[in-house]
């Protein structure tokens, strides 16, 4: 430890080692879970984030995940704080968006890490998006009316005491799915990422003391916390408002409008709510912690820059969402689609009003949506039911000096697709089609990028959910651009004609073996007026 350390100061060189070393912890935790889980999901879409706490369940660092899941999982770590005093070896275990969580497919783990002290110095937490947890529809995300129809839902409990696993709450979760055996390998490795986060944490602490690891997390905080005032400080002053829409909530209900003020000034953002739509029946609803984490995510993109993302450099952020809305929706309304689609319109509606703060700077509206594809049966080679969960990319956004990516995920997933060869061995589904929806992006001096176009035929007969975005309208255009292609739903029978048969973006259906899903995700927006284009 260096004369500077002991002195309860740390320069910026040790700061920004600390950094990289929870950084690192967090990562390693993600690849851990990758590599030992079972489902495809998981292993191969890497639809999971880990993050490491201090004993206050503050953020300190966190791996290059879904924004969706790091910017909710505060809310999951204080959630588990209430079961406590902790001992060695527990770990937490929650999926309940009412107390901690997001929606129900995605599970959380949280860990105390003890560094020789009666209590916790840290923790650590995972959350993974499990293919199947109960429910309705195989995969958990029904065009449901209320939470009660979506899964099973786990308040914050034990799932380890003292390192030894509650068997029976992990028999009460694996009799409530359909894939037990998969849930059981999903947490297990978990499981192993808690344990890789905690161990690692501990060494770090032996290299040089508890004290200087605990000071490091506060300074990094206090660190990120002055970086961003300084850069909201070099913004305009001022108040702006933009509202976006939802095509619906499955259910009839349409469109749900997102509204947002944006106040800027004296180091602080706002982000007001305040006239959004009241929550819905369908399953869009979406809670705070889920609100919360699109508007830091926006908040991290607009300033840019390197600094530490944690605790610290969210302080200055303050967001406004009033409760019974879709934004802040209460129990038991559904709220599947809420973190997955919901959490897209509020990045829109938030980069909207940021735009006309900041006039060029803001790129056009990415695909807005992801497309969520869900297929569950039976599988005959097994004789085991199957749950398959897939989300699409689209095309991004153009910008003030360059063309919107295409065929890639935005905002807040940050997943990859499901290779093919891992989908069609893993499930009774033979893929079609996977490319490139040309000219889907918005035209503009600076076009839209380009969406995908995925067509899957069912072997077997099956129940399907998507629940997408973009049908009504494309994503807008920004400085004269035009908007982007919306995105095209269809199922092909064999007894219907060659094109298909057109669906909504939120559908549910049995289809027989042999029919044809399409998925045509919609492209970003363009920027600038077309006849500028170079």
Not at 96 to 117: K, S
Not at 296 to 303: F, H, K
Not at 425 to 445: D, E, K, N, W
Request: with cysteine; glycine share 12%.
């Amino acid at each position: 430890m260096s004369a500077r350390a002991r002195s309860g100061k740390l320069d910026g060189v040790t700061l920004a080692l600390y950094d990289g070393l929870f950084a690192a912890a967090a990562e390693e935790m993600g690849v851990a879970l990758m590599r030992t889980a079972h489902s495809p999901n998981i292993k191969e879409r890497l639809d999971h984030s880990c993050a490491v706490f201090d004993a206050r369940g503050r953020l300190v660092a966190q791996a290059a995940h879904i924004p969706v899941h790091l910017g909710s999982l505060p809310r999951a770590v204080e959630a588990a704080l209430a079961l406590g005093p902790f001992r060695p070896g527990d770990t937490v275990i929650l999926n309940d968006p009412y107390a901690g969580g997001t929606h129900l497919p995605d599970i959380t783990l949280v860990t105390p890490v003890f560094l020789g002290r009666g209590r916790p110095d840290f923790f650590v937490a995972s959350r993974a998006h499990h293919a199947d947890v109960g429910g309705a529809a195989p995969g958990s995300m029904p065009l449901a009316r209320e939470i009660y129809e979506e899964g099973l839902r786990i308040p914050p409990v034990y799932l380890q005491r003292a390192g030894r696993t509650q068997e029976d709450m992990l028999r009460l979760v694996l009799a409530n799915v359909r894939t037990a055996d998969e849930r059981r390998a999903d947490l297990a490795a978990q499981l192993g990422a808690q344990a890789t986060g905690a161990r690692r944490l501990a060494e770090y602490a032996k290299r040089g003391s508890r004290a200087e690891l605990t000071r490091a997390a506060e300074a990094l905080m206090d660190y990120s916390e002055r970086q961003v005032r300084a850069g909201l400080a070099k913004l305009p002053r001022g108040r702006w408002r933009f509202a976006d829409a939802l095509d619906d909530d499955g259910l009839g209900s349409g469109p749900v409008r997102i509204a947002v003020t944006l106040t800027l000034g004296g180091g602080r953002v706002r982000v007001d709510f305040t006239g959004t739509s009241p929550q819905v029946p369908g399953p869009v609803n979406a809670v705070e912690a889920v609100t919360r984490a699109a508007c830091a995510y926006v908040l991290r993109c607009v300033l840019g820059g390197s600094f530490p993302v944690n605790d610290g450099a969210f302080r200055a952020l303050e967001v406004v969402a009033p409760a019974g809305t879709v934004v802040n929706a209460r129990p038991p309304a559904a709220v599947a689609a809420g973190n997955v689609e919901t959490s897209q319109r509020i990045v829109d509606a938030v980069l909207g009003a940021f735009a006309r703060a900041l006039p060029g700077r803001i790129p056009a509206a990415s695909s807005g949506t992801m497309n969520n594809v869900l297929i569950g049966g039976a599988d005959p080679r097994t004789g085991e039911p199957f749950a398959y969960y897939e989300t699409l990319g689209g095309g991004h956004g153009a910008g003030p000096g360059w063309h919107g990516a295409s065929a890639l995920q935005a905002h807040m997933t940050n997943t990859r697709n499901t290779p093919i060869e891992s989908l069609e061995h893993a499930y009774p589904l033979r893929v079609v089609a996977t490319r490139i929806r040309r000219g889907s992006g918005g035209r503009g001096r600076f076009r839209g990028g380009d969406g995908i176009v995925r067509a899957l035929e069912l072997l077997v007969p099956a129940r399907v959910t998507v629940i997408s975005e973009r049908r009504a309208r494309g994503p807008y255009g920004r400085a004269g651009g035009e908007p982007g292609r919306p995105g095209e739903n269809r199922v092909q029978r064999r007894s219907t004609s060659r094109t298909g048969e057109r669906l909504p973006g939120k559908f549910q259906v049995d289809l027989p073996a042999g029919a044809v899903l399409t998925v045509a995700s919609p492209g970003g927006g363009g920027f600038g007026r077309p006849r500028e284009r170079r």
